[in-house]
């Protein structure tokens, strides 16, 4: 998922904003929904990705390891089908660091 976010130590990263790449892999129990094919029987994955855009798209963090912490949180709390979730953030445009890296991210674990 690609988000523009505001998140960063810096003062120009809050108030002009970055592009983020966020994956985020769920664990839930699909032995229902493969059974039956209702979207009722799983977790929406249009639904998550709301979440997680709220939550990047949202208030502004200092540090990925928040973002990262309250995008899972918000999963968590909404989806009770979600078992555990790993989700990994990764921010493109990095001030103050050599162009020659790619990105910088965190990637967090969070289980019920």
Partial sequence: MRFH???GVLQEETR???P???DASLQVDTLQAGATDDLADTVSYADVYKDIKGVVEGEP???LEAVAHRA???VLAQHSGVR???LAIRKLCIPGVPSVVESVGV???RHR
């Fill in 72 to 74: 899972c949180a918000a």
């Fill in 84 to 86: 555990e979730m790993r």
């Fill in 5 to 7: 976010g505001r998140h």
């Fill in 107 to 109: 990637e967090v674990y």
């Fill in 20 to 22: 983020f790449v966020v």
């Fill in 61 to 63: 963090c200092k540090l």
């Fill in 16 to 18: 002009l904003g970055q």
